[in-house]
């Protein structure tokens, strides 16, 4: 039989009757013949409200037991699911991810999938069954101990299993009807896009569009795995929400595929360290350990043998960004004159695939944001992204103006 892979994140499994809604759109898949693999998310909050439990118990908590405690709102669903589909006469098992076992490493709270053996779950369907319920977002370590994937990684779950189970698709069920050219509630002329490549997507994805987690797109990306993105509040038809595939699958794209941001961005400048080599190393390898998640970086040119450095990274690190550089300075390993830090930034980009082959996206982003009056205060590119930094009051108007100037409304 032919495998599928359905995902249904948390505002889908909200509530019992959301619960049988989609339990109604696995049997339509059943009755097509499919053998069904359900990944769920827990119902939505449930997971938050977990992670605050563990918070007010222990601020400085042990991962493992924080994985304990979070990982259990997907067991909930995974068996309502599975109970809703039994009395729909649907042969369903609920499994959780020891069970399977979907094995990880010992990464508490950001576990990376290592192993999904495919034997436990085939032999029940060649018993009969014709859908497990897989809890997403937990797995198991080697040492034994529950593990989970990191925040939203039940996306990440259901790919893996696509990938080996070989499905003929995995499609994600979420509260949006597919993936936009931008958040609708920046822009009200952001449009669904009806396909969209793996490395656009993984450039959305990991610039702040929060439909997939990151993750999940670079599993597909490398795995082939047919990628649909969709609404389960609204009828579905085969060819609904938006298919993430590989590129040579979208016959005709715009130069410039999609605008993203993300709003939570700070600048930070050390002022006048020496400009000698190794100095890189000597401020990104202390925040690196640190757990700060770095994103552009700019060495300014250098006056007298110093220099100054720019990064940007997200405003809950800026605390521990300050830490690191300032026990550096005290234990006589680092140099500076200050630390300036704006945390008041944000960082919009333009993604597509097109911009390999187009010349002149980047001057077209930076006119049009200087018609608007918005200053640019730092820049990065790929081969397929262009992204600045600005003030954050000017991230709406920016995402906007870009909307328009690459014609995003227009297929
Ligand atoms: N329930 C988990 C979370 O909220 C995993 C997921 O839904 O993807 O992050
Ligand atoms: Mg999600």
């Known amino acids: 039989m032919p495998v599928l892979v359905m995902k249904f994140g948390g505002t889908s499994v909200a509530t019992l009757d959301r619960i049988r809604r989609a339990a109604k759109r696995v049997g339509v898949e059943v009755a097509k013949g499919y053998d069904v693999i359900v990944i769920v998310s827990a119902m939505s909050g449930e997971t938050n409200k977990l992670v605050g ?33 039994q009395e729909m006469d649907v042969p369903a098992r609920s499994w959780q991810g020891w069970q399977v076992p979907l094995m990880t490493n010992s990464a508490h709270a950001s576990a990376r999938i290592e192993e999904i053996p495919t034997d436990n779950i085939n032999a029940k369907f060649g018993e009969g069954m014709k859908v497990a319920v897989v809890a997403g977002f937990q797995g198991i370590s080697p040492e034994g101990r529950i593990t989970t994937l990191g925040r939203g990684g039940s996306d990440t779950t259901a790919v893996a299993f696509a990938a080996a189970f070989d499905a003929e698709r995995c499609d994600i069920y979420t ?22 490549s793996f490395e656009e997507m993984l450039e959305l994805a990991s610039l702040g569009a929060k439909v997939l987690q990151t993750r999940s797109v670079e599993l597909a990306m490398r795995y082939k795995v047919k990628l649909r993105v969709l609404s389960s509040f609204e009828e579905q038809s085969d060819e609904a929400g938006t298919l993430v595939c590989d590129e040579e ?163």
């Open 249 to 411: 699958e979208i016959m005709e794209s715009n130069v410039v595929a999609g605008v993203a941001y993300s709003r939570d961005e700070a600048k930070m400048t050390l002022v006048s360290v020496a400009d000698r080599p190794g100095i890189a190393a000597a401020i990104f390898g202390p925040l690196a350990e640190a757990g700060v998640n770095v994103d552009m970086i700019v060495q300014n040119i250098s006056e007298d043998g110093r220099t100054d450095m720019t990064f940007s990274c997200p405003t809950t690190e800026v605390a521990r960004a300050e830490k690191a550089m300032n026990d550096l300075k005290e234990n006589g390993e680092l140099n500076f004159a200050e630390i300036i830090t704006d945390a008041d930034v944000a960082k919009v980009s333009v993604v597509g695939i097109g911009m390999r082959s187009a010349a002149g996206v980047a001057a077209k982003m930076f006119k049009v944001l200087s018609d608007d009056g918005v200053n640019i205060q730092v820049i990065t590119t790929s081969e397929i992204k262009i992204s600045v930094l600005v003030a954050r009051k000017y991230m709406e108007l920016a995402v906007q103006a870009l909307h328009d100037a690459f014609e995003l409304d227009k297929a």
């Open 175 to 196: 509260d949006v009807d597919g993936v936009y050219t931008t958040d609708p509630r920046v822009c009200e002329k952001a449009r669904k896009l009806d396909r969209i």
């Open 53 to 85: 439990y563990v918070d007010e118990t222990s601020p400085l908590y042990d991962a493992r037991e924080y994985d304990a405690v979070v990982s259990s709102g997907e067991n909930v669903t995974a068996g309502l699911m599975a109970l809703t589909l």
